[in-house]
């Protein structure tokens, strides 16, 4: 298929064709549709257009649309247009980590009535046990639905097993084989079952060197070990070794991408999940936060500076210097920090102590300090004030070498407490490096100039 | 399996076991680990230890181990301590894929030595097609390795076709159906092999709604359709249809990890792929650039300030109000452009014309330029300078604004001509509305004080 792109003129034909109850045009268009693009459409409708909409397509791909909405979307459009009933019809379709994150989003009274309707019991408890995960563990990511064999069964007793589950396993990856208490003991491919004889038996087969994790694992180490190894599905256990169910890469890559755009979205200060189609008062008040800091940080650098306002009636060239104390402390503050920030994601290698991360930070610190205070001294010199020769360059060594001192130990401390590391590449670091770096300029300005 | 954790004393074993020749020792713990984390250890090792080790193993094993290996690191470990024959004897054993990357990142006269010595001609003949596709569309993600049936061939002639590619394909995931002329007419799921009868013929369970790209489709779009679509794997076709290959989702992940990790490394003004654990003159280097760049913008500010040299003398509290000036520009600049350069790399609904995204982004400019202003103001009055009220909020949501302005525009025009956006974020841009905040805020001064 060609890549569908969604226009302005499509939505309005889809628009006309739900005032004008047009059912036969619109059954049309959603055939042509996979769920991924209608539940774009639906964004791009109001509720009840949407609601429409819906309920003209199939249940299964219903489901399927709603399993593909943005959740704050979902929750608010489900709240205002869908009664239990309905919502039960289709959960009643999903999987069952997407029914319980589904229904964790709306209220306990909601969720507790759409799962006494549910027609699939099993399902209601799979739901049910799943609920109680936090979604960044590997309990709150997995899935009930596998196919799960015995080893002691033969191939075409494994086949038939397929067969049962076929309607409730989409896509099987691997086929999970237990034992009797119903401890993991390996994996089969589907391409093995396809290739070996129907009376082999299966713990002749098997993989039994395989990468599972616990359901407490945290998310990020499921991600990591599932790119490490080249994983499509990896299964989920208790303590006891007990198979629970799996986690599939969907929701793994889903997981990278929400963490990769949070991090960015720290760093450049914008709390909540903003995204531009936002309304203006949502955005302002996800730019706020941190823009306040910002000015708060600047005013305190103002206070500093007002307090050596004798010193500029003196010598009124030290202002043109602010400038490169603050923006050199931040821009140095928020390249330590990141490198620190992913070297902490990665978890590749062997970690160095802290003294070692230190030492070598330090070093870079003064290679570039002497090099950035070579090409201010020049311009000192050209501009003719040589007086601040020494100020300017003897301070934007210090202002280098404090701010990787912070970059490297403020991210490491975040991380310690379990805070995201990635806020010291943040707004607030930034203000607070140029705080220091004004502060030690003014200072180092003071002693040498005997002011 | 518990996760495989390395450890300082684990590496220092390792060394001595490699000193006295310990193959023994050796291999029993090579046989304990996954050759993704031998990959690790030979990071650890220097070059002639590590290729002692990789003799130890198995050549699959092997292999595998130099499939993940980082590029760099792997390039100089062939070129120093691999003969073409050794190189050959790998390459014979890798995915095509894999393969065309591993020579690409060899001299031309290394790469045509081993596909001359190569023993499976096939594989030749798949990595000179592969080689020729740049690293970053679809082509130079694909492997030639997938199952391919006729569309009228029975199931039974398709596990025929299955057995004989087993060894060389690892991960079957679908079965792709094409006609005589090798277009591509849909898909068959191993599961549907499972489940159907022998005799059942091909076209009757082919599923022909499916997803492809060219061989020309960008890699982001190609991530884009894959994680939409939840798909493990998608084909890739020519202009005619014809099908040329597959890209399986573990290399759209790591390109996915890549693309954010170089978004943030552009972000936090780091050139080049740096890692923590490079040496000190390389992290330099990575560095200095930008921060060279912020210098110049500093020092370019330093000489605005420096013609006001005479208002300072007059009015010395001006010079308080320099960072904050020049950090809210930076700010609103960063936390503009991060939101345009996301809805950039999303692409979802229906994008919005510049003029609906000036026009919000400046009503939203004008919001947060009113609270930052009356803070800026409340301070202004309690340090008691009020003739510097008007001339600081003024400037201050005139800051805002211009900020947002080019915090729109920037990453929407880098992105027209090619350029990655992200650099929008970066330290050039945040220098450019350091100076432009601070010029703002002198010149309404000027004005508005008489100086």
Same mark, same amino acid.
């Given at each position: 298929m060609a890549t569908f792109e969604l226009t302005r003129e499509y939505i309005e034909k889809l628009e006309l064709g739900i005032e004008q109850k047009d059912e036969k045009m619109l059954k049309a268009e959603?055939?042509?549709?996979?769920?991924a693009d209608i539940a774009w459409i639906l964004l791009e409708l109001n509720g009840e257009q949407g609601h429409y909409l819906l309920n003209l397509v199939d249940t299964e791909v219903g489901a399927d649309i709603l399993a593909h909405i943005e959740p704050?979307? &979902?929750r608010n459009f489900i709240k205002e247009h869908l009664t239990v009933e309905e919502i039960a019809k289709y959960v009643n379709l999903f999987d069952s980590d997407d029914a319980a994150d589904l229904l964790n989003e709306q209220t306990i009274? %909601? &969720?507790e009535k759409v799962i006494a309707l549910l027609d699939d019991r099993e399902q209601a408890r799979f739901i049910i046990d799943l609920m109680y995960y936090p979604k960044d563990i590997a309990g #709150?990511?997995?899935?009930?639905?596998?196919?799960? !064999?015995?080893?002691? /069964?033969?191939? $075409?007793?494994?086949?038939?097993e397929i067969r049962r589950q076929a309607e409730d396993v989409e896509k099987v990856f691997a086929i999970y084989v237990v034992d009797d208490e119903q401890k993991l003991q390996g994996i089969v491919s589907l391409k093995q079952i396809v290739l070996a004889r129907k009376n082999t038996k299966i713990e002749n087969i098997l993989d039994d060197d395989i990468v599972f994790v616990e359901t407490t694992a945290k998310a990020e180490e499921v991600a990591d070990l599932m790119q490490k190894y080249d994983l499509e599905a990896i299964p989920v256990v208790n303590t006891l070794g007990r198979l629970l169910g799996r986690i599939t890469i969907d929701d793994v890559i889903d997981f990278i991408t929400d963490k990769a755009e949070e991090d960015i979205q720290v760093m450049s200060g914008i709390t909540g999940e903003a995204e531009e189609d936002d309304s203006v008062w949502q955005l302002a008040k996800a &730019?706020?936060? /941190?823009?306040? !800091? #910002?000015v708060v940080g600047s005013l305190l650098a103002a206070t500093v500076i007002k307090s050596f306002e004798d010193e500029f009636r003196k010598v009124a060239a030290l202002a043109a210097f602010i400038p490169i104390m603050g923006s050199t402390g931040g821009n140095v503050g928020i390249q330590t920090s990141s490198l620190i920030v992913q070297s902490l994601a990665e978890k590749t290698g062997i970690t160095a102590s802290l003294w070692q &991360?230190?030492?070598? %930070? %330090?070093? *870079?610190?003064? *290679?570039? #300090?002497l090099v950035i205070g070579a090409l201010a001294g020049t311009y000192i010199y050209v501009i003719g004030e040589p007086e601040l020769f020494l100020v300017v360059c003897f301070s934007l060594l210090s202002v280098v !070498?404090?701010? $990787?001192?912070m970059g490297t130990v403020t991210p490491l401390l975040l991380d310690r407490i379990g805070v995201n590391p990635a806020i010291a590449s943040g707004p607030f %670091?930034?203000?607070a490096n140029d705080i220091i770096g004004i502060g030690t300029y003014l200072l180092i300005a003071d002693l040498l100039l005997n002011l």
């Open positions: 959603m055939e042509e549709l996979y769920p704050e979307m &979902r009274e %909601i &969720r #709150g990511l997995m899935q009930k639905e596998l196919v799960k !064999v015995n080893s002691n /069964w033969t191939v $075409s007793e494994c086949v038939e &730019r706020l936060p /941190w823009l306040v !800091v #910002g &991360r230190l030492l070598k %930070i %330090i070093l *870079v610190a003064i *290679v570039n #300090g !070498v404090l701010a $990787s001192f %670091i930034t203000t």
